[in-house]
């Protein structure tokens, strides 16, 4: 090795016993997430789960420019939802589609009418196929006290937006054709033991989201379920944020 190559190893090795400092590398951290781009394509989807402290909100982002959120997180969450939206760089909000009353999922109605002006869905029909852009379908399942359990399907990938639990509801949805689930939504941020094992095989998700409410864990004996599943189980607690980008063909899941 020449004295040159051994002058550039050294440089490289000093460079990896000493790093930069905390400081230095979470504001290096920040400035890259702040320049998330999914690069959407034509027919091309992004599914943005938002790991925000209390409470759901996903955000739907198409090629075509469109964006709709799907609930808007708890209260005092509005400061991280703002993050989260200059990260993306989302700058509209087309529509806001509403699955529940409960504060966890309403908590920033006011400032997302105040800010973007959507148009805002929250009156469902068990008979009636809500499509925001093309080839996104949303088909409410069953719809009692105030939520409503939905499927939601782009091309091939089906999501199953479970917003509520017990042995009733699972029971009539395993009357319907759900086999061909990719990504299941837990209910009731995963606080109860449910779904159940006979739920979860005629389902048969790849994937399971859970949201954090705050000052509660997931249940234990669900996440063993899962897991024994061989469900591949997002909490948004333990990530950045969850992403799924699509097309009408196929799906990836990523985290940063």
Known sequence: ???LQWAVWLLLLNSLMHPSTAGEH????????????????????AIIFL???????????????KTVLLNTGGPHTEHELKRWFDQ?????????????DDEQYIGNVAWIEKT??????NQWNEQKVYEPFPHFRMQPLYIAHGDVTMSLQYGRLRLLYMAHIGNDIEQKLMTMSLGDVNILKIAHFGLTDYPRTSFLKHVDPQVAIIFKKRGSLPNER?????????IDCYETERFDVIVVKCNLEEYDVMTF
């Open 116 to 121: 973007y002006k959507p148009k805002i869905i």
């Open 88 to 100: 993306f760089h989302i700058t509209t909000v087309n529509e806001l589609i509403l699955t529940s």
């Open 51 to 65: 790991p925000l402290s209390d409470g759901e909100a996903t955000v739907f982002k198409h090629a075509n420019g």
């Open 1 to 3: 090795m020449g004295v």
């Open 26 to 45: 979470i504001q290096k951290v920040g400035e890259h997430i702040q320049k998330i781009d999914m690069m959407l394509e034509e027919e091309e989807m």
């Open 222 to 230: 669900l996440l063993k379920r899962l897991y024994a599943a061989w």
